[in-house]
């Protein structure tokens, strides 16, 4: 859970300033889509170790840094053999950080 507030931390330094209501929706759904993503390729079974290398090529070393922090929570997450399980554990991944992104950026 820690990972998830750093997180919600580093994305309000992207996002400027996040005042606007507008501005925290989308910031924080963009991540939580991308949460979702990461969690997803976690339930498939992907390497974190290739995730993390794709992401340090990203060109942001901030955004590089909010993304491997997302893929290191997801990875301490269980992986689960059902679909529905899968499914349940993307869910929740996804909600949960648009949750903590969302009060940190909206001011509420």
């Given at each position: 859970?820690?990972?998830?507030?750093?997180?919600?931390?580093?994305?309000?330094?992207?996002?400027?300033?996040?005042?606007?209501?507008?501005?925290?929706?989308s910031t924080c759904k963009s991540t939580s889509s991308m949460a979702r993503q990461?969690?997803?390729?976690?339930?498939?079974?992907?390497?974190?170790?290739?995730?993390?290398?794709?992401?340090n090529k990203i060109g942001n070393p901030q955004a590089a840094k909010v993304t491997?922090?997302?893929?290191?929570?997801?990875?301490?997450?269980?992986?689960?053999?059902?679909?529905?399980?899968?499914?349940?554990?993307?869910?929740?991944?996804?909600?949960?950080?648009?949750?903590?992104?969302?009060?940190?950026?909206?001011?509420?």
């Amino acid at each position: 859970m820690k990972a998830y507030v750093c997180c919600a931390a580093i994305l309000l330094m992207l996002a400027g300033t996040a005042s606007a209501e507008s501005d925290w929706q989308s910031t924080c759904k963009s991540t939580s889509s991308m949460a979702r993503q990461i969690m997803t390729l976690r339930q498939q079974g992907t390497d974190a170790s290739k995730l993390v290398e794709t992401t340090n090529k990203i060109g942001n070393p901030q955004a590089a840094k909010v993304t491997t922090q997302i893929i290191i929570a997801a990875y301490k997450e269980p992986r689960y053999q059902t679909p529905e399980m899968q499914q349940k554990s993307i869910d929740d991944f996804s909600n949960d950080l648009y949750i903590k992104c969302a009060d940190e950026l909206s001011g509420k």
